[in-house]
């Protein structure tokens, strides 16, 4: 199962627009990440956002998080062609002392020139 | 510095046969996690590996079977192959405690 519930499933935005992606998930988490994944290809890391932290940025994209509200949003600024590519949130969760990544269904983003 | 490798990057087999994948993590990685992602939909975890022991499992049934040797690279076998198990096979490397994972570029498997 997963842990993590992206909105919207799909995005169809202008060069030059922002995008914003959602992400709730379920149970009490340790961080929260964020995944870009180019069609059929493997994931790549974007951002790391602790329980404790409520907003991170790295370069154009922004990350907050609600842990009472147990979500998260990312956005991307001033969106360029190369943004197109699908974004998954994953929740890092303990088990037995180690930790593991469950993903979300994902958001398919397309940036349009 | 080489990133995650993963082998082959696409395979046909047929239903009842068996699969093994290939994984080598990045350098000075010793823990390696196998996902699988159906099409359209996100990775789901499969296993894990550290020290050459599975120490954490996902809900996949023992037909999903995997090992670690000690230069930290993996595999992932698959027996008595389902058209369901065809998928994107994704192993990913990371260090301890809470680090970003690192990606190979999957292994696409299709069962006919």
């Known amino acids: 199962s997963q842990q993590g519930e992206e909105d919207p499933q799909a995005l169809s935005i202008q060069e030059g627009e922002n995008a914003t992606m959602n992400c709730s998930y379920k149970?009490?988490?340790?961080?929260l990440q964020w995944y870009r994944q180019n069609s059929g290809r493997g994931l790549v890391h974007l951002i790391l956002?602790?329980?404790?932290?409520r907003e991170k940025h790295s370069g154009r994209l922004r990350v907050t998080l609600d842990t009472s509200k147990k979500s998260s949003s990312l956005l991307i600024t001033a969106s360029r062609a190369a943004d197109t590519a699908s974004y998954f949130c994953?929740?890092?969760?303990?088990?037995?002392?180690?930790?593991?990544?469950?993903f979300g269904a994902g958001t398919r983003l397309a940036v349009h020139p | 510095d080489a990133g995650v490798t993963q082998s082959p990057t696409h395979l046909i087999k047929t239903r009842g046969q068996q699969v093994t994948l290939r994984c080598s993590p990045k350098?000075?990685?010793?823990?390696v996690s196998w996902y699988q992602q159906a099409l359209g939909q996100g990775p789901q975890f499969i296993f894990q590996?550290?020290?050459?022991?599975?120490?954490q499992r996902g809900n996949f049934p023992d037909r999903f079977s995997g090992h670690q040797f000690p230069n930290y690279s993996s595999e992932l076998n698959v027996n008595a192959l389902l058209l369901g198990d065809s998928a994107l096979y994704l192993c990913?490397?990371?260090?301890?405690?809470?680090?970003?994972?690192?990606f190979g570029n999957g292994t696409r498997l299709t069962v006919t």
């Open positions: 990913a490397s990371g260090g301890q405690g809470y680090s970003p994972l690192h």
């Open positions: 149970t009490s988490i340790n961080n």
């Open positions: 956002i602790r329980s404790n932290e």
């Open positions: 994953a929740t890092d969760k303990i088990s037995g002392g180690y930790n593991k990544l469950i």
């Open positions: 350098s000075g990685h010793d823990t």
């Open positions: 590996y550290y020290e050459e022991e599975e120490r």
